[in-house]
Nanobody
Framework: QLHLVESGGGLVQPGGSLRLSCVAS????????IGWFRQAPGKEREAVSC????????DYADSVKGRFTISREFMSDTVYLQMNSLKPEDAAVYYC?????????????????????WGQGTQVSVSS
């Protein structure tokens, strides 16, 4: 199965930046999209961003558009989430997940139920 490991979380002041990494290893389907999700205490998990299997199309939640950037590096099987201008409401555990897709699927999905492998999560805290 595909094994995903997130890293890069930590404590940052409002307005600061973090870069999260999601490294994939093990067996993988030929094509898979990667999504980033987050869950804050007492709140439901929400989609943050996703990137398609080719790494050339992506989507963002409205709450992070213009502040977060997702990218994919195929040589290292790593997906990054660059988070700038962080706000206290961005604090959560961030998870990456993989969605097996067909070669014909151009776009990624922002629906968590379509993702079948998940990492263990990395904590992001935003506080002064």
């Amino acid at each position: 199965q595909l094994h995903l490991v997130e890293s890069g979380g930590g404590l940052v002041q409002p307005g600061g930046s973090l870069r999260l990494s999601c490294v994939a290893s093990g067996w993988s389907p030929t094509y898979y999209a990667i999504g980033w999700f987050r869950q804050a205490p007492g709140k439901e998990r929400e989609a943050v961003s996703c990137i398609n299997s080719k790494g050339d199309r992506f989507d963002y939640a409205d709450s992070v558009k213009g502040r977060f950037t997702i990218s994919r590096e195929f040589m290292s099987d790593t997906v990054y989430l660059q988070m700038n201008s962080l706000k206290p409401e961005d604090a959560a555990v961030y998870y990456c997940a993989s969605e097996p897709v067909s070669a014909l699927q151009a776009m990624c999905d922002m629906i968590s139920s379509r993702y079948n492998y998940w990492g263990q999560g990395t904590q992001v805290s935003v506080s002064s």
